[in-house]
């Protein structure tokens, strides 16, 4: 299992909102560290971010837990984000491309085929309802720190 270290920031019924704390794994500077984390730093937002899990450890308001995901979590939505749009791109492409009625034009009906197809695809892997399992897996265990 994925493991981060988390606060509770608000309670909702059977939901919790938790800040991660730290980032990642802390091996950035050190030799044979991904740097994933300077990555972060320079692309993504500075301001602090809250994520909705399930509180199975009824944790309060305050309380530093330890945040689960299950084996497969990751790898599962890596590619409903990666690889669905990548084949909807290809696909729409190629269907752009039998469009076409002469050579001249054959590229334009790719490139209009591929962006509407890379568009839909980040689309269906976003809005795509999940399965039970799938659900589960978004809804990450929160477990009180021992």
């Given amino acids: 299992m994925l493991e981060m270290r988390a606060i509770v920031l608000k309670i909702q019924g059977r939901e919790a ?12 500077n050190s030799e044979g560290g991904c740097g994933s984390g300077k990555l972060t730093k320079m ?3 500075s301001q602090p971010r809250s994520f ?9 308001v305050g309380d530093e837990v330890i945040i689960s995901l299950p084996e497969g979590s ?4 890596s590619w409903r984000m990666y690889l669905l749009p990548l084949l909807f791109m290809l696909g729409a492409g190629f269907l752009g491309v039998s469009f076409a009625h002469d050579a001249a ?13 890379l568009g839909g695809g ?9 399965s039970n ?14």
């Fill in 74 to 77: 990751l790898l599962h939505s």
């Fill in 133 to 146: 399992e799938s659900r589960a897996i978004v809804q990450s265990v929160v477990v009180l720190r021992s």
């Fill in 52 to 60: 909705i899990v399930l509180n199975q450890a009824q944790a309060k």
């Fill in 17 to 28: 909102e938790i800040s991660p704390l730290g980032g990642g794994c802390g091996n950035c």
């Fill in 43 to 45: 692309f993504c937002s």
């Fill in 122 to 130: 980040f689309a269906v892997g976003k809005y795509w309802p999940a």
């Fill in 105 to 117: 034009t054959r590229d334009g009906y790719a490139l209009i085929g591929a962006l509407v197809g």
